[in-house]
């Protein structure tokens, strides 16, 4: 036979650990509840979400405008 087998006990031994392997750093503990980050990633993004309506709004105005002006011209 060709190639190289290993036992099962050699396969083992072979583990993938995240930092270890692909070379994670590790991360520190903030220390804080699990309640208390949920919160704040539940609330936070509102503000950015409403600002994000509002930006798609201008902008399909202001594409509608254009699109009507150049239907216009094409028109003419």
Known sequence: MCGRFETAEQHQ??????GRNVGAKEKEDDSK?????????????HPQFA???KL???IKAKLTHH????????AA
């Not at 031994?13 to 995240?18: A, I, P």
């Not at 208390?36 to 936070?44: A, D, G, Q």
């Not at 699109?67 to 094409?74: A, D, F, H, R, W």
């Open 13 to 18: 031994q072979r583990v993938l650990t995240f």
């Open 67 to 74: 699109i009507y002006v150049l239907t216009e011209i094409s």
């Open 51 to 53: 600002k994000s309506a």
């Open 56 to 58: 798609q709004q201008a």
């Open 33 to 45: 509840p699990f309640k208390e980050k949920m919160s704040r990633l539940v609330t936070e993004p």
